[in-house]
C-alpha cells in the first residue's frame, strides 16, 4: 500500500511539473507561418566585409521559407539602435503545426 501512494505521489508530481514546464514554452506570434519541414543547416555569408561605422553590428543572414522551399537571406550591417546595444539573433523553432521564424531583436 505504502508503495502505491508513493508511486502515485511521484506521478502526480511529474504530471504538475510537466503542466508547469508546457505553460512556459513560448508560443508562435499571430500570423506565424510554418514551414512543412526543417530549415537546412546555415550558410556562411561570404561577403562581409568591413562595417561602415563603429556603430554597425553585422546581422547574419538565415533561411527564410518561401511557400514550399528556403531561400537564403544574406546578412547585412545594420546600426545599433543605441549605444551598447546587442543583437540577439532570429531562430527557427519548431511547433505542433510545423517550423516557424522567431525575428532576432536588439537588446
Known amino acids: 500500500m505504502k508503495k502505491v501512494l508513493v508511486r502515485l505521489v ?45 556603430d554597425f553590428v553585422w546581422i547574419g543572414g538565415h533561411h527564410v521559407w518561401r511557400g514550399n522551399a528556403y531561400v537564403w537571406q544574406a546578412g547585412s550591417w545594420q546600426r545599433r539602435p543605441r549605444p551598447n546595444a546587442r543583437w540577439v539573433p532570429g531562430v527557427w523553432r519548431h511547433h505542433a503545426n510545423g517550423w516557424y521564424w522567431r525575428d532576432g531583436r536588439w537588446k
Open 10 to 54: 511521484l506521478v502526480g508530481a511529474v504530471a504538475v511539473s510537466s503542466a508547469l514546464l508546457s505553460s512556459c514554452v513560448e508560443a508562435p506570434p499571430p500570423g506565424t507561418v510554418y514551414a512543412s519541414y526543417a530549415p537546412p543547416a546555415g550558410e556562411v555569408d561570404v561577403a562581409v566585409g568591413v562595417a561602415p561605422g563603429p
